[in-house]
Structure formats: structure tokens, C-alpha cells
């Protein structure tokens, strides 16, 4: 059994800083890319950036020079470091690892996390 468990959120005050983490465990063989999404009052799920085992990263440009994201393969966490925050990231932030997983036959397979609240406000 795989699990995906987020943790660092809560409330932040425009302008300031936060990091999340979110760590993998169980029958996982390796990771392909791990990432954050997001999904704020009334819109749609949204990427927020991404990261592959090799460290290749993707970000949205609403966030770019602002967030970053980076990975710690050995411990199959990745985390997401969130400076000058701004009210429009209020969101629930979710993690998402695509993993290959099992022992004997493996396997590519998504997973998510329960989500964390980010809420900016003063």
C-alpha cells in the first residue's frame, strides 16, 4: 500500500513565506516526478509546479521566480517553498507522485495526498 501525505500548510499573511512538504512511503520501487496542484475557491485544479527524480522541474508563471520545488529522491519527499504570497494563492494544495511501485512486477501508478489549506490573508 502506497501512501502520499502532505504537511506545512496553514494561514500566511500576504507577502510572507511557507514550505510544504509531502512524503511518499510503501511499496514504492521508484519515482518518476512528483508535484503540487492547487485549487482555490470556485476554479478549477491547477498545476503549480513539478519535479522529476532527475530534477527537472515545470512551474505555472503565476508562480514562477516566487515558488520552488525540489526533491529529496533517498527520502521520497518533495517539497515546495512558497515566498511573497500573495491572496490569490489561497488554495487547498495538493501533492501528486507518480511512482513505480511493487517488487516482484512493477508498475507506473498516481497518487494523491489528502490535500493541505493555504490560506493568505491578513
Known amino acids: 500500500q502506497v501512501r502520499v501525505v502532505e504537511s506545512g500548510g496553514g494561514l500566511v499573511q500576504p507577502g510572507g513565506s511557507l514550505r510544504l512538504s509531502c512524503a511518499a512511503s510503501?511499496?514504492?520501487?521508484?519515482?518518476?516526478?512528483m508535484g503540487w496542484y492547487r485549487q482555490g475557491p470556485g476554479n478549477d485544479r491547477e498545476l503549480v509546479a513539478t519535479?522529476?527524480?532527475?530534477?527537472?522541474?515545470k512551474y505555472a508563471d503565476s508562480v514562477k521566480g516566487r515558488f520552488t520545488i525540489s526533491i529529496v529522491n533517498a527520502n521520497k519527499t518533495v517539497f515546495l517553498q512558497m515566498n511573497n504570497l500573495k491572496p490569490e494563492a489561497t488554495a487547498v494544495y495538493s501533492c501528486?507522485?507518480?511512482?513505480?511501485?511493487?517488487?516482484?512486477?512493477?508498475?507506473?501508478?498516481?497518487?494523491w495526498g489528502q490535500g493541505t489549506q493555504v490560506p493568505v490573508s491578513s
Open positions: 501528486n507522485a507518480d511512482l513505480v511501485v511493487g517488487s516482484m512486477i512493477t508498475f507506473d501508478e498516481h497518487y
Open positions: 519535479i522529476t527524480s532527475g530534477g527537472s522541474t
Open positions: 510503501g511499496s514504492i520501487f521508484s519515482i518518476n516526478a
